[in-house]
Antibody, heavy 125, light 106 residues
């Protein structure tokens, strides 16, 4: 059974940093692209970032470019999101999600077939 | 960025009803369109990928169709457990945008 467990969320002041982690189990982690998706309280879903299975390609939504960094450690079955210069509008539940196709090189066609329960990030003075 | 719209934004239906949710992309995305269901307090769950490919374990009452800019999710016979919000998502261009969601009440 695929399991994705996010951690690292919390209350942080604007301008500060936070590092989210996602620990994966139940599948061959190093074969799959991984993604971060967020959801502001009571709002819809927003794709944040993706990383291919070998970290060869990475993408971000414009609103986090230059502030957030996605990375992965395949030896530790872990995905990360380093978030700097946090803003109140970054307040959201951050989900880690697994891609549905192994060894995908190109970004086109991604779909998120397993999700964690999310970790809440609150940016407030 | 590709803009995704959904209609209706909400609907109320009865058990057994046929329900259709529309999703439109601001430019052609071929069939790179996915559908997710999200029940309150839960993570999203993938229903359909590539416009019409139903995921393993998803009841056969869920079907998807469309290509280009116009897509449809159909629930052939609504069940009590189908309440929640439904989101379409394009995976053709970065950023991989989601629609605003359709809330289904039963």
């Amino acid at each position: 059974e695929v399991q994705l467990v996010e951690s690292g969320g919390g209350l942080v002041q604007p301008g500060r940093s936070l590092r989210l982690s996602c620990t994966a189990s139940g599948f061959t982690f190093h074969d799959y692209a991984m993604h971060w998706v967020r959801q502001s309280p009571g709002k819809g879903l927003e794709w944040v970032s993706s990383i291919t299975y070998n970290s060869g390609a990475i993408g971000y939504v414009d609103s986090v470019k230059g502030r957030f960094t996605i990375s992965r450690d395949n030896a530790k079955n872990s995905l990360y999101l380093e978030m700097n210069s946090l803003r109140p509008e970054d307040t959201a539940l951050y989900y880690c999600a697994k891609d549905g196709v192994p060894l995908r090189i190109a970004g086109r066609g991604y779909y998120f077939d397993s999700w964690g329960r999310g970790t809440l990030v609150t940016v407030s003075p | 960025d590709i803009q995704m719209t959904q209609s209706p934004s909400s609907l109320s239906a009865s058990v057994g009803d046929r329900v259709t949710i529309a999703c439109r992309a601001s430019q052609s995305i071929s069939t790179h369109l996915n559908w997710y269901q999200q029940r309150p307090g839960r993570a999203p769950n993938l229903l359909i990928s590539a416009a019409s490919s139903v995921q393993s374990g998803v009841p056969s009452r869920f079907t998807g169709s469309g290509s280009g800019t116009e897509f449809t999710l159909t629930i052939s016979s609504l069940q009590p457990e189908d309440f929640g919000s439904y989101y379409c998502q394009q995976s053709y261009y970065v950023p991989f945008t989601f629609g605003p969601g359709t809330k289904v009440d039963i």
